[in-house]
Every structure is written in C-alpha cells, then in structure tokens.
C-alpha cells in the first residue's frame, strides 16, 4: 500500500448530540457541527500528503462535513453509510433499553435493521475499493460514527463488533495504514483543531 486512509466522522447533529440512532435519517449538522467540520479540515490538511479520492456517504451531514472541511468529493456511495438501525432509528439505547435489556448496536437485535454480518459485508466492499486505489492516492472516507467503527475493525482483519473498542467522535479523524504489509491504525480519534 502506497498511500494512507482517512476516515473523518461527519460533524455534530442534534441527534448526536442526545443520543438518538442515526441512521438513514437525513438531518442537518448543528452550528457546532459546522464548526468541528471546519476545524476538521485543519487537522487532515496537516496530515495529508498529497492528492486524495474523497469518497462519502450521501447523507447531507457526511457530504456537508466535507464541504466545510475543504474536501471535493468525487463519490457518493450508499456503501459508505451509517448502520441501519430499522426500528431503533431515531431511539436512545436507554430507551431501547426499557424493553430490551443490556442492548447494543454491536449485539443486537436490530428488528428491521442490518446485521453486524451484513454491515461488515458492506464495509468489506468498500474496503476493497479502497484497497486499489491506495495505490494511486490517499483515500478520504467521509461517514459516521458506528459505520467508521465498523470499517476501523474490518482493517485490522477483525469482525464488526470488535468496532465497539474504537470510540470516534463527531468530526475526529482516524488514520488507517500498514506496516511492512500489515494493517495498523496510525492515529484514532484525533478531534478537530
């Protein structure tokens, strides 16, 4: 692998900010969301070293955190976008809690919604995309905070819901590469400057 993958979790909502499963619900960045996205920008100018594929999830949050943080997107794909959480769209855990104790996106279930198998068989897709054009440039993955935990898990060789050791937080930026032809995670979780 020539070149480095870049992944930056879309800016603050409403919804993350109280808690509340966000998955194809297309909702706007906060003020503070737009803020983080631009200081975002900040910190990948700082690490980047060259040309970048810029890829993101539809999701007018992910492609509006772009935006703000200077990035040309080139590519829209649903690959790249949150779990769905089918009827927990848009519930706390703590509710989904009330009736289903102990509960987490990691172990389910998710009635309606994408397995952890299923969620990993997408970030496998776009992680193999990915993998190809490393070669050519560095690879800006721009998407959410569960999906990202996903695709930081499925790098290292490990299952989906080894995604819940990885905390990514609204605008953070994770750097993914490998040494001497191993994965590895070069920075996780760097917050916005």
């Known amino acids: 692998m020539d070149h480095e993958l870049f992944l930056l979790r879309h800016g603050q909502t409403e919804w993350s900010v109280n808690g509340r499963h966000t998955g194809r619900t297309?909702?706007?960045?906060t003020a503070a969301g737009e803020n983080q996205a631009r200081a975002a920008g900040l910190t990948l100018s700082s690490l980047r070293k060259g040309p970048a594929l810029v890829v993101s999830s539809p999701r007018q949050r992910a492609v509006r955190t772009a935006e703000l943080a200077g990035l040309v997107v080139n590519e829209?794909?649903?690959?790249?976008a949150e779990w769905d959480y089918g009827e927990y769209e848009g519930v706390t855990t703590a509710e989904i809690r009330e009736t289903v104790p102990d509960w987490t996106?990691?172990?389910?279930p998710l009635p309606g919604g994408e397995t952890a198998a299923q969620v990993a068989a997408r970030a496998d897709?776009?992680?193999e995309r990915?993998?190809?054009a490393l070669a050519d440039a560095e690879v800006i993955l721009v998407g959410h905070g569960h999906f990202?935990?996903?695709l930081v898990a499925r790098w290292?060789?490990?299952p989906a819901t080894a995604g819940v050791h990885f905390g990514l937080d609204p605008a953070g930026v994770s750097v993914l590469g490998d040494e001497r032809g191993e994965p590895k995670i070069e920075?996780?979780?760097?917050p916005p400057s």
């Not at 297309?26 to 960045?29: A, G, N, W």
């Not at 996106?105 to 389910?108: A, L, N, R």
């Not at 920075?187 to 760097?190: A, E, Q, T």
């Open 156 to 158: 290292l060789g490990l």
């Open 187 to 190: 920075h996780l979780n760097i």
């Open 148 to 150: 990202s935990r996903v």
């Open 130 to 132: 990915v993998r190809a």
């Open 105 to 108: 996106v990691w172990q389910g």
């Open 26 to 29: 297309d909702i706007p960045l």
């Open 76 to 80: 829209t794909t649903e690959d790249l």
């Open 125 to 127: 897709r776009l992680l």
